[in-house]
């Protein structure tokens, strides 16, 4: 006796009922890149619709993201000026409270996260203070001034925060310094598990934050290691981060249901910019079908565990959606 799988399979209104997995629009956050001036709407070489903005060019975008249905943003800023520590990160002139500002006072009802990071605002291109010896980021110099950076971005009007650094222990300081300064509702979203990758190059052309020197490797995780990026994630949720994330997404599938199954967090995906430009060109050469391949690669990443999807095709994948 065998079964016949193909059953539920000859009618299209029965393979919806039968359907294990569903993507929704409420599922997505769009990342938004911010620079100083007005008008400004620069595309980005290596990511076709993809765009650095000016503050008013972003007010104009969430109203075309809000009709498309997407109400989460995450932002990250492009400064005019770069130092060694990053000053313009912890300054509440700077251009990611003024970009949280802005977009709060025009969007009130837009979700507004931010990532916390320093590698965008240094000119070195790290993601924290340099330890001139070690030739690394030096950990605990960076979670001192991670926590300002967090009050900075509370105090525009943040709805979560999001490091990204990979600082041990930087959940831990950002829940002390926001619970102190009066911020204990605001959540955080820990990119917990995040490996050095080559699957990054596109996002620091868009950021501008190419390292220097070196590379991340001595703070982000090795792409070969499965019980530490386990270990990772777990150490995040015990220090009291609401939101876990696994990135990038794509090649760490395995890691989203490992890390899913050990945890009770919600979990995030990034699907980031290296997985983006691979789909993006391949369908310009007319080498995929690109709507099919990207709804498939949403599924890939639902079915896997993601609560929420990070992706720079959220509004595509929204307007497939309302088109179904
Ligand atoms: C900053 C940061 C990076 C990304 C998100 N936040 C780049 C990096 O770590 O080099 C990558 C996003 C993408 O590739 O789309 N720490
Ligand atoms: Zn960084």
Aim: one cysteine or more.
């Amino acid at each position: 006796m065998f079964q016949r799988f193909r059953r539920t399979r000859l009618n299209k209104n029965l393979r919806s009922l039968v359907r294990e997995t569903h993507v929704h629009v409420e599922d997505f956050i769009y990342p938004l890149f911010i620079r100083s001036g007005e008008n400004i709407k620069k595309e980005v070489a290596s990511m076709p619709g993809v765009f650095q903005m000016s503050l008013d060019v972003a007010i104009k975008e969430c109203e075309e993201l809000k009709s498309l249905g997407i109400y989460s943003i995450i932002l990250f800023g492009i400064p005019d000026t770069k130092d060694s520590i990053g000053s313009d990160a912890l300054c509440e002139h700077g251009i990611i409270a003024t970009a949280v500002r802005g977009i709060k006072s025009a969007h009130p009802d837009m979700f507004v996260v931010t990532d916390l990071c320093f590698c965008e605002y240094t000119d070195h291109g790290h993601c924290g203070i340099i330890d001139e010896a070690k030739e690394t980021v030096d950990n605990d110099a960076t979670l001192e001034i991670s926590g300002e950076q967090a009050i900075v971005h509370a105090k525009a009007g943040a709805d979560m925060i999001a490091p990204s650094g990979m600082m041990d222990g930087i959940i831990e300081q950002l829940r002390t310094s926001l619970d102190g300064a009066g911020y204990k509702e605001l959540p955080i979203m820990s990119y917990s598990t995040k490996f050095a990758s080559g699957y990054y190059g596109p996002f620091r052309d868009v950021a501008e934050s190419t390292p220097s020197f070196g590379d991340r490797s001595s703070y982000q995780m090795d792409p070969a290691n499965r019980r530490e990026a386990i270990a990772e994630s777990v150490s995040d949720e015990m220090q009291g981060a609401d939101i876990l994330m696994v990135k990038p997404a794509l090649a760490y599938l395995d890691l989203v249901r490992e890390i899913k199954d050990a945890t009770s967090l919600p979990m995030a995906v990034y699907n980031v910019s290296g997985e983006y430009a691979m789909l993006k060109m391949a369908g310009m050469n007319d080498l995929i079908d690109y709507e099919r391949v990207v709804m498939e690669t949403m599924i890939a990443f639902k079915r896997a565990g993601a609560d929420i999807i990070i992706s720079y095709h959220a509004k595509e994948v929204a307007k497939m959606l309302l088109n179904r």
